[in-house]
Nanobody
């Protein structure tokens, strides 16, 4: 069983930056792709970004392109998401997920973290 632990959330003013981390207890063929999803109050969870551990494949939602960037440290089994130019509409619980396909769909991810809150004040 793979465990994912997110960290780095918090309260930030609009225009600010945060870095989220997702640490995996181990890596298997079922965790070759790491994704971030978020869920704002009263809304469905949505795809944010994904990357494979090689960094050769990345994908992000239109709403965060140019502002959010993923990177990974294979030696630490940790994936990061740098978030800049944050907006109040980025406020949500952010979830890390691990899967084996490059997909924006939740159903394609095998493991999930517990989530970390990001709040952007205006």
């Amino acid at each position: 069983q793979v465990q994912l632990v997110e960290s780095g959330g918090g309260l930030v003013q609009a225009g600010g930056s945060l870095r989220l981390s997702c640490s995996a207890s181990t890596r298997t063929w079922r965790t070759t792709v790491m994704g971030w999803f978020r869920q704002a109050p009263g809304k469905a969870r949505e795809f944010v970004a994904l990357a494979d551990w090689s960094g050769g494949h990345t994908m992000s939602a239109n709403s965060v392109q140019g502002r959010f960037t993923m990177s990974g440290d294979s030696a630490k089994n940790t994936m990061y998401m740098e978030m800049s130019s944050l907006k109040p509409e980025d406020t949500a619980v952010y979830y890390c997920a691990a899967g084996s396909v490059l997909s924006r769909l939740e159903i394609d991810y095998n493991y999930w973290g517990q989530g970390t809150q990001v709040t952007v004040s205006s």
